[in-house]
């Protein structure tokens, strides 16, 4: 009888090799490579006629949407896309001490006024776990709390009571099927492990969520394909010294991907900020320079956000450029714009960028508000006070329309902004009015071009005293 071959698979990116070798071929991680035992059976064809028929039916019919089970936590709901889905396998990753557990804790307590729910930790004691309930306020909750991580008992024990609405498992990383001579942890344990769960869920109509690890990088640990075999997966992002914490989706079958979820870290664990854009602004200074004030969308939630730059002359030969809550080449290309179309220089200043709170943004629609924050700091100008600033910057220089203007507009003016600095509308026959949504009081600025956001600085104060820093090359427009 042939010996099994053995296997080799790496931990980072699943992809498997027929011997073992110290760099990953396919992700290039290093030390990533395990031998995983092969099954001694040879697959086999299947033939015709062995299987069940099925029941082909049309592509149109009268299904209702899926039954959501609200947790009664908006902002989780929210990015949930209205709530939990029974009979679904979402995968929550953050990186440690985030307060994955606090917020999966909370959300479990919520959910058990409403139904029966479990919490199963693989992490911690039970003891450890009360511990947390009982600083949080929650330790009164009717949560079915267990410590386990084998799959098997878990699953035994859940086909064997009345079916809960919500089982939290914490983490899929700690749990492991005994059919399988891995360790916890392995590719083919996480795998394996959360095929088993989701098939309990889909049988029973549970809701699983599973907490997940998260690597280096940022991405959730264990191969690709948990990602693609759950339902939803949110992230759960923010500095661990900041108390603002993001839930984002990244992946939703039953609702936008788009959305976010904005918590604050207390003394008592996650509160929800029903208003993050006043929580933003908070702490802003209303008169300094290398400030502006961005009018975003996160999902259908218009958010404003303070971005800050700082221009500053630099020793060394090349500068530093530092980013944090934007992309970094994004950042290239705005000043590349400006020094190109916009007549000033960059060169021989470091360029720190950073969106305040915490926050990441994506859209493009911030560009003019980056623009706006390094000309003002490299004028030494303030931005005009109660200004919000949105558009995307084109190569040309030119300043490119965005959407939900409405939208941004009219959170801005709830707020308390007079001004917006916005991309020029384009004629489509009938003239736009000035202030969208009717928003009374907030007066429109049009900027075309980013030659207009420079003279936009310039006549802040006379003409003739405005030049750029001492340090900064002479423009070119």
């Known amino acids: ?11 980072s990116c699943g992809a498997s090799f027929p011997k073992w070798s110290g760099r990953c071929e396919a992700c290039g991680q290093w030390n990533t490579i395990v031998e995983e035992a092969t099954s001694d059976q040879t697959p086999r064809g299947l033939g015709a006629g062995k299987g069940r028929k099925l029941d082909f039916v049309a592509l149109s019919g009268a299904e209702k949407g899926p039954p959501r089970l609200v947790t009664g936590m908006a902002e989780f709901d929210r990015v949930c896309g ?5 009979g679904s396998a979402l995968l929550l990753g953050g990186d440690p001490g985030i307060g994955k557990s606090t917020l999966l804790l909370q959300v479990a307590a919520r959910i058990a006024a409403l139904g029966p729910c479990v919490y199963i930790s693989g992490e911690e004691a039970i003891d450890q776990v009360r511990m947390r309930a009982a600083r949080l306020g929650v330790g009164a ?16 024990s859940l086909e064997t009571m009345p079916a809960p609405g919500v089982v939290v498992i914490d983490s899929i990383q700690t749990m492991y099927v005994d059919t399988l001579d891995s360790a916890p942890g392995t590719v083919a344990q996480v795998r394996a492990s959360a095929q088993e769960l989701i098939r309990l869920a889909k049988r029973r109509g549970l809701s699983v969520i599973l907490v997940g690890h998260v690597t280096k990088e940022g991405l959730i640990a264990g191969p690709r394909v948990l990602e693609h075999m759950v339902d939803t997966v949110l992230y759960f992002e923010g500095e661990r010294g900041h108390q603002f914490r993001i839930l984002r989706a990244v992946k939703n079958r039953f609702g936008p991907t788009d959305e976010i979820g904005v918590f604050e870290m207390g003394d008592r664990g996650l509160g929800e900020v029903t208003n993050p854009s006043a929580l933003f602004l908070a702490e802003r200074s209303t008169e300094v320079a290398g400030a502006a004030v961005f009018a975003g969308i996160e999902g259908t939630r218009p958010l404003l956000v303070e971005i800050q730059a700082l221009v500053a002359p630099s020793p060394m030969g090349t500068p530093r450029r530092a980013v944090v809550g934007w992309d970094s080449s994004r950042l290239a290309q705005v000043l590349a714009v400006l020094e190109a179309r916009g007549g000033l220089a960059f060169a021989g200043n470091e360029v720190y960028l950073n969106v305040a709170g915490g926050l990441r943004i994506a859209e493009p629609a911030a560009d003019l508000a980056v623009a706006a924050a390094l ?47 916005v991309p020029q509308r384009r004629a489509t026959g009938t003239p736009p009015p000035k202030t969208p949504s009717g928003e009374a009081g907030l007066e429109v ?19 003739a005293s405005w030049a750029p820093r001492r340090n900064a090359a002479p423009g070119r427009g």
């Open 1 to 11: 009888m042939a010996r099994a071959a053995a296997r080799y698979v790496c931990q």
């Open 82 to 86: 209205g709530g939990l889905v029974p």
């Open 141 to 156: 909750a009717k949560v079915d709390l267990a410590a386990a991580t084998a799959v098997r008992d878990i699953v035994a």
């Open 375 to 421: 000309v003002s700091s490299l004028t030494e100008r303030a931005m005009p006070r109660a200004t919000v600033v949105f558009g995307e910057i084109g190569l040309s220089g030119e300043i490119r329309p965005v959407g939900h203007v409405a939208t941004r507009l009219k959170e801005a003016a709830k707020l308390g902004f007079a001004e917006a600095w």
């Open 445 to 463: 600025r049009e900027l075309e071009h980013v030659r207009d956001l420079v003279a936009a600085f310039q006549n802040q104060t006379p003409a």
